[in-house]
């Protein structure tokens, strides 16, 4: 595995701000519409050096735009459903970085016939894929990423309200993302004596590619706006400013948090 041989070409220099002369990876990123490029696009605008990962050769081309966009350094192939590419990416900034000072996983995966029915019916084959690829690989990035952080660091994932409260159509999800949250909260507890520290991301609902496979989506998104106090529609790069200063030195003592970027929401029944 290589790095894009284009990836850092544009480079615009190292750039002021809480983050400058950190390294982080974002590991999610599909299209312009991905909640990772929004957060992408605010470590960026913090000062942060990038690697950033694109799912095959299909992804690539709509991937590699935007990582020329925000100067990465790498630019790194990862499907979570290959064992070995999560080590290949961690060696690969083994080798050009040798430190990592953040990451964000915000890749969730369920087999598109589980994913679109009910719990009781989820098949184990799906129900393991999906915890697999949504969960046990936050767990994996984690363990890759400790020796890498050894001044601290931040580890970031996106979870959603479903991992708390039934959400009609979320299904097979809900539990996986209820297992992802309760990860970082024991990911936290272990690693905060390392300076390293973990959190969720939980956004309302957004119109990215992932969110387009839920049945009934638009009547979430519809509901979510009429019934958030601060209703005004949530975008990805609301997201991105919110996850980007958890890594700030502002969120130093802040750990193993849930944090709701939804207007509020979570909090109306």
């Known amino acids: 595995m290589t790095a894009s041989p284009t990836a850092g070409t544009a480079r615009t220099g190292p750039l002021s701000g809480p983050l400058a002369g950190r390294r982080g990876l974002i590991a999610g990123i599909a299209n312009e519409h991905s909640i990772a490029w929004g957060c992408a696009k605010a470590f960026r605008a913090l000062g942060a050096d990038l690697a950033i990962t694109y799912l095959n050769d299909k992804a690539r081309p709509h991937v590699e735009p935007l990582a020329r966009a925000v100067d990465a350094r790498m630019l790194l192939p990862l499907d979570l459903r290959d064992p070995a590419a999560l080590d290949a990416v961690f060696d690969r900034i083994t080798a050009e970085w040798g430190s990592l000072d953040f990451l964000v996983h915000s890749i ?60 009609e159509h979320y299904d097979v999800m809900g539990p996986v993302k209820a297992a992802l949250e309760c990860s970082v909260r024991y990911l936290a507890s272990e690693l905060g004596p390392q300076g390293i520290r973990v959190h969720a991301v939980s956004p309302g609902p957004l119109a990215t590619r992932a969110a387009s496979g839920l049945t009934g989506f638009d009547a979430l998104l519809a509901k979510a706006h009429e019934k958030a106090p601060i209703s005004s529609l949530l975008s990805i790069d609301d997201v991105g400013a919110a996850t980007a200063m958890l890594a700030t030195d502002a969120a130093k003592l802040m750990t193993g948090q849930t944090l709701f970027v939804d207007g509020g929401y979570h909090i109306i029944d």
Do not use: N
Not at 147 to 158: F, Q, R, S
């Open 108 to 167: 969730a995966f369920a087999p598109i016939e589980d994913l679109h029915g009910r719990l009781t019916d989820c098949s184990q084959a799906g129900f393991l894929q999906a915890m697999d690829v949504s969960c046990w690989s936050f767990i994996r990035m984690a363990k890759l990423a400790e020796p890498l952080m050894a001044k601290g660091g931040t580890l970031i994932c996106m979870s959603y309200f479903g991992a708390q409260m039934v959400v």
